[in-house]
């Protein structure tokens, strides 16, 4: 259902689905396209007031790039919402798809069922690596450190898995 067909502006807005919309704009200017969102934007962040009750409404906008993003309405759209996923009310409202951020989150899903598979396996390996005063030749202590041979990708670095272990937990 199209809300809005505006010939000068060239943009078309869009009900995907409850509480989204989508736009169209047929620009490849940047800083219109921009000047465009932020504008929805200051719109849609107002006060409603009903029965004597005052709500705010705000809201974020995700975009995708054709052909940059997606030759098709549907991969499109997918990465619009992907990018909406990644908005703030607070911080980013308005989030662009990133094709190399969705990339490194696909990496770290991979990543992670490869960690867990790993530790099932037990081949997270242990070394112990002395500490030596070079003074005296003496052994004052050890470090223990723990590494990972990811078969595909070799030593995986500690602050990765580490990391990623204790996101999902």
């Known amino acids: 259902m199209v809300l809005e067909v505006n010939k000068r502006v060239q943009h078309r807005i869009a009900n995907i689905k409850e509480g989204h919309f989508g736009f169209i704009v047929l ?3 940047e800083a ?4 465009l969102l932020n504008s929805v934007l200051d719109e849609i ?22 052909p940059k993003d997606g030759s098709h309405t549907d991969s499109i759209l997918n ?10 009310i607070s911080e980013k409202r308005i989030n662009a798809y990133d094709s190399l951020n969705n990339f490194n989150q696909t990496l770290n899903m991979s990543l992670v069922t490869d960690l867990k598979r790993a530790i099932e396996r ?30 595909r990708f070799g030593n995986v670095s500690p602050e990765v898995f580490v990391k990623l272990a204790e996101q999902v937990g």
Request: no cysteine; aromatic share 8%.
């Open 45 to 66: 962040d107002s006060f409603v007031d009903i029965n004597s009750l005052s709500f705010r409404i705000q809201g974020t906008i995700g975009s995708s790039q054709f």
């Open 27 to 29: 620009s490849s200017n």
């Open 32 to 35: 219109k396209i921009s000047l």
């Open 122 to 151: 037990d081949e997270l390996e242990l070394y112990h690596q002395p500490q030596i005063d070079l003074r005296t030749g003496n052994i004052h202590g050890s470090e223990v450190l723990l590494r990972w041979e990811h078969p």
């Open 79 to 88: 990465k619009a919402m992907q990018a909406v996923v990644e908005t703030s």
